[in-house]
């Protein structure tokens, strides 16, 4: 009984133990098998970015999806957005952001801006950017190639 050249376990040891990954975590999954189940045809590979902690607390003071997602999609990833994170509130008279806390609000209970006294946008972002992105194989390559085609599929995002 033969083996097959790699699984998804080492392929995602692999990745965890010897790819920068940046703020994303990274991710496989042999999505596909040549017919005696030996050599991965199709490996989908995801990167997923978390935009705050446990508490969703956003890291940042935007959002930084559209810069996320752009990365991604330059790379050839298609994009997920999942989850909202809350960041505050925005003037658009201003043209500022407003920290929880720093609104007032009028008569109907309407968060308005505390200098302008403008109705106020509330920022939103999402709590996870989800890129997936197959890999075709021609169901020859080493294990070595494989991790080769990989690596480079996340360097081009990270
Ligand atoms: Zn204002």
Redesign the pocket.
């Known amino acids: 009984m033969s083996e097959p050249i790699i699984d998804e376990d080492e392929l995602n040891d692999w990745i965890h133990e010897n790819l920068e990954t940046g703020g994303f975590s990274a991710w496989v999954n042999i999505t596909k098998w040549d017919e005696e189940g030996l050599r991965p045809k199709e490996i989908q590979v995801t990167l997923s970015y978390k935009t705050g902690d446990g508490i969703d607390q956003p890291y940042g003071d935007t959002p930084p999806d559209d810069s996320i997602a752009e990365a991604l999609r330059n790379a050839g990833f298609d994009v997920e957005f999942d989850g909202i994170m809350h960041y505050g509130y925005y003037?658009?008279?201003?043209e500022?952001n407003l920290h929880y806390g720093e609104e007032n609000y009028d008569e109907q209970e309407v968060a308005i801006?505390?200098?302008?006294?403008?109705e106020?946008e509330e920022e939103l972002g999402s709590k996870w950017i989800y890129g997936y992105k197959t890999i075709k194989l021609k169901g020859m390559e080493t294990a070595e190639e494989i991790k080769k085609l990989i690596e480079k599929a996340i360097g081009e995002v990270v």
Do not use: Q
């Open positions: 003037c658009p008279k201003c500022e801006c505390p200098k302008c006294g403008s106020l």
